[in-house]
C-alpha cells in the first residue's frame, strides 16, 4: 500500500492527468488535478451538483442528485433533475444550502476557486467532494466512465457511452471526406463579447469536425474578441454562443457588431452563414446530446444554409 501511494504522488508531481489510481469493492480513489488525491464511496445515495454541464453525465451513469446549481436553459437537465432544491449559481454554490440536502458527496468544479473553498468547508463538515474538469468533449469519456464506476457501473450506462462514442466518431468520418471551412465562435455575454478557441466546447466539436478555427494556438478556452481582428480573419462561418438572455444577447450582438458597416463584407454575412447556437448543446457540454451537438454543427459547416441575420 505504502509504494502505491509514493507512485500516487510521484504521477501528481509530474503533473500526469487526473483520474482513478485505485479502486476497490467499496471506494474509488481519484487524483484531481491540483495533484490531491480523495477516497470516495461508491453508490453514494445523496449526491448534490454544482456545475450544471456534470448532471446530464452523472444520471446517465446511472446516479442521481438532491441538488443543482441554478440553470438558465432547463432543456440542458434530465428531466428528473428539473424541479430539484437549487444550491446556488454555477459559480457559486452555497455551502449552507448545500449541507441542508444532507449529502455524502459533491461533485463540484476543479477550475473554480469558489469550488475548491466550498470543498473544504463541506469536507470539515463530513462530506465527500471532488474536484473534476470538465470543458469540452475531450473530457467526457473519461469522466463518464468514472461516474460509471462511481455507480457500480450499471450496464446500460456502459451501453450509453459506447453509442455516443460511436455516434460521435461516424459524424467526424463523415466530416472528415469535406474540406473544413474557417470559422469564428464568438462567445456573448451581457458584459461583452469574446473568441472560443479549440479548447472551448464549441471550439474542440469545430475542430473535430475539420472546421478551422480562426482562434486557434492558444491555451484558454476563450480570448478578447477584436472585429478588427475578425474581418482580416475573414471567416466562412460565424457562429454565436450566447450566455444568459438568448434574445437580450442576440439583440446586442445585432446591434453592436451586425449594425457595422463592414459587417456586410464578411463572407460569412455575405452567404447568410452566421449562427446563434442552442446553449444546451454549445454553452452546456451537451453529455449524452454529444451526438445531437455534432450533428447540428456539422450540418451548418457543410450544408449552405441561411443563417441567421
Not at 6 to 35: H, M, P
Not at 67 to 73: A, D, E, N, Q
Not at 229 to 244: A, H, N, S, W
Amino acid at each position: 500500500m505504502r509504494v502505491l501511494w509514493i507512485l500516487i504522488l510521484f504521477a501528481a508531481g509530474c503533473g500526469l492527468a487526473a483520474g482513478v489510481v485505485k479502486e476497490d469493492a467499496a471506494t474509488i480513489g481519484f487524483r484531481q488535478s491540483d495533484g490531491n488525491v480523495v477516497t470516495l464511496h461508491k453508490r453514494p445515495k445523496r449526491v448534490v451538483i454544482c456545475y450544471a454541464s456534470l448532471v446530464p453525465v452523472w444520471y446517465a451513469a446511472g446516479g442521481s442528485a438532491v441538488g443543482i446549481p441554478h440553470v438558465v436553459s432547463a432543456d440542458a437537465m434530465p428531466e428528473a433533475a428539473r424541479g430539484l432544491p437549487v444550491i446556488g449559481t454555477i459559480s457559486t454554490p452555497n455551502p449552507e444550502k448545500i449541507l441542508m440536502l444532507k449529502p455524502d458527496l459533491a461533485l463540484l468544479l476543479g477550475r473554480y476557486e469558489r469550488h475548491a473553498s466550498v470543498a473544504q468547508m463541506l469536507n470539515r463538515a463530513g462530506v465527500e467532494t471532488v474536484l473534476l474538469d470538465y470543458v469540452n468533449y475531450t473530457d467526457f469519456a473519461s469522466l463518464f466512465d468514472f461516474f460509471c464506476r462511481l455507480n457500480g457501473t450499471p450496464p446500460a450506462a456502459l451501453a450509453e457511452k459506447k453509442r455516443i462514442a460511436g455516434e460521435v466518431d461516424a459524424v467526424c468520418r463523415k466530416a472528415a471526406e469535406k474540406p473544413g471551412p474557417t470559422a469564428a465562435i464568438v462567445f456573448a455575454a451581457p458584459v461583452g463579447f469574446k473568441l472560443e478557441s479549440e479548447h472551448s466546447n464549441a471550439g474542440t466539436i469545430l475542430k473535430m469536425l475539420g472546421g478551422k478555427n480562426i482562434a486557434s494556438g492558444v491555451d484558454q478556452p476563450r480570448v478578447n474578441f477584436s472585429f478588427e481582428q475578425l474581418f482580416v480573419d475573414d471567416p466562412e462561418v460565424i457562429f454565436i454562443v450566447t450566455m444568459g438572455d438568448g434574445e437580450a444577447l442576440k439583440e446586442k450582438f445585432r446591434r453592436e457588431i451586425m449594425s457595422q458597416g463592414a459587417w456586410q463584407v464578411l463572407r460569412a454575412a455575405k452567404s447568410g452563414r452566421v449562427h446563434f447556437l442552442p446553449p444546451e448543446l454549445f454553452l452546456y457540454q451537451a453529455g449524452t446530446r454529444y451526438p445531437e451537438a455534432f450533428q447540428y454543427l456539422a450540418k451548418l459547416l457543410y450544408v449552405e444554409t441561411e443563417g441567421e441575420k
